[in-house]
């Protein structure tokens, strides 16, 4: 049987059709016969899941239901703070630290009444994978598990996609959460810089850093971020305003926006695969049937945001890691301490000049989408590879696809456009302007109605 | 990509920051410095004006949940 959507769950446990707690015991047996091929959980904490079930399960029957989200089974990267429950970033250094608090999000994904069933592999505090030397293995792709997932969010999509949660938690610094969503062939959002509070999570550069959801559906993540989003005073970043509704324009088409569509990233820039190239062609064909807009953009390069991406992302992640890189250099993966310790390298100049080139980038970029609502990619330039040929210098010797949104704080959304020659998802990813997430969601949710990929899920084994 | 930086400079470059690494670990991180160098001119804009302000914006209440 295939694990539901959230939005279906949430139905069917409103109408007393599904038990929270017969849910989570079906998901606990599942994680339990597939996990030890995918690694998606570091730690499975059933005591806490069936606790939280019941919970939800004595409310829904005494009228007293939460929200959708009460009694839906999630889990959370393991960089997010869980108050009572080691949280280790995947890494030698952390493991067994037991947080004495939650992280806000993790707190609001609770009052909304989710149950939480682990915690999820990562790259090594967020950055650099997939690593072989570490306590714990990396995960695995849903699809196919000699192949990559792509991170830092890598458990998350494993999860989702593997049908063990009906969503998670990713945190997004220059890809984390739609890099592995477009491997793995699920939904993942990284919202407006500022939507979602960083408070708790393990930061790894903190004026990039991002927490978001990862789910099977765009109207699951919009179902999660309704929770998750909301001024917190605890973060310096976080934005006080309004949380409007998330899923107002789901199930609407996508009549009267203006998609803009920057064809040199994918076709001079970094060169996609062909089956990546057809998912954005389906897309422009999709949007302009149902009443959009299309139109040609041109943007700064993708190397110009890879560039200050990186170089801001490294510098600030160094400062916070410099005094155990100086004495457990050798605790750390190796990769990831190889791709950190470039920001130790550079100089204060090099890091304020990557400032200054992102306030030119966002400039550049506002005033060459002026008028236009949303912007059409892709999240990855192809299907995963095999998860033992993945380029260890990726990172610096290929601009990517994510970087943009990270350096702008625009919000953007990764979702399957269908599937490469050897049968492993592929995406297409659709930005917005920044609070826009409304319709973000709007057009990606037109998309996966549109088109047939939400109704394959892969085939597990073990 | 070869890196600009001669390798006693860079090894000058990771004596700074305060590292004791191995020749060996060294030499793998050398061979991709020069993705980052070229990362380095990249954020370097010509003509770019002198007043021309970083991305980062300090607001004095910020951490105090905006009261103080």
Known sequence: MNTPTIAEASALI?????????????????????????????????????????????????????????????????????????????????????????????????EAGTVMLGKLSTHEFAFGGPSFDLPWPPAR????????????????????????????????????????????????????YGLCSRAGILPLSFSLDHAGPMAWTTQDCAMLLQAMAGYDPADPASANRPVPDFSAGIGQDVKGLRIGVPRHW?????????????????????????????????????????????????????????PWMRTRWNDYGELLRDRMVMGGLMAATDYVQALRRRREICQITADATKGIDL???????????????????????????????????????????????????????????????????????AFERATPYRDKRPVLVG | MPPKTSRPDFDALVRRAGLSLTD???????????????MLERVRTPGRDRAAEPAHIFKPDAFFGGEI
């Open chain 1, 141 to 192: 792709n849903p699809w196919n598990p000699d192949h990559f997932t792509s991170g830092s969010s890598s458990g998350t999509a494993a999860a989702v996609g593997a049908g063990f949660i009906l969503g998670g938690t990713g945190s997004d610094t220059g890809g984390s959460i739609r890099g592995p969503a477009a491997l793995s062939g699920i939904a993942g959002i990284k919202p407006t």
């Open chain 1, 14 to 110: 409103a109408a007393r059709k599904l038990s929270p707690v017969e849910l989570t015991k079906s998901l606990l047996a599942r994680i339990e016969k597939h996990d030890a091929i995918y690694h998606a959980f570091i730690q499975i904490t059933p005591e806490r899941a069936l606790d939280d079930a019941k919970a939800a399960e004595a409310r829904i029957m005494a009228g007293q239901a939460r929200g959708p989200l009460d009694g839906i089974p999630i889990a959370h990267k393991d960089i997010y703070g869980t108050r009572g429950i080691a949280t280790t970033a995947h890494s030698k250094l952390l493991a067994g630290w037991v947080p004495d608090a939650d992280a806000t999000v993790a707190t609001k994904l609770a």
């Open chain 1, 266 to 322: 994918h076709e001079t820039d970094q060169r996609v695969d062909p089956s990546v190239q057809a998912g954005i062609d389906q897309a422009i064909a999709v949007f302009r049937d149902q009443g959009a807009e299309i139109v040609e953009v041109v943007l700064p390069s993708l190397l110009d945001y890879q560039a200050a991406n990186f170089i801001i992302l490294v510098c600030e992640a160094f400062s916070l890691h410099e």
């Open chain 2, 24 to 38: 060996t670990q060294i030499t793998t991180i050398y061979g991709a410095w020069g993705y980052v160098e070229q």
């Open chain 1, 375 to 445: 912007l059409l990619s892709t999240a990855a330039p192809a299907e995963a590879p095999r998860i033992d040929s993945v380029p260890k210098w990726a990172n610096v010797a290929f601009p990517g696809f994510t970087n943009p949104c990270n350096l702008l704080g625009w919000p953007a959304i990764s979702v399957c456009s269908g599937f490469g020659p050897h049968g492993l998802p592929v995406s297409i990813q659709i930005a917005g302007k920044p609070f826009q997430e409304a319709k973000v969601f709007q057009a990606a949710d």
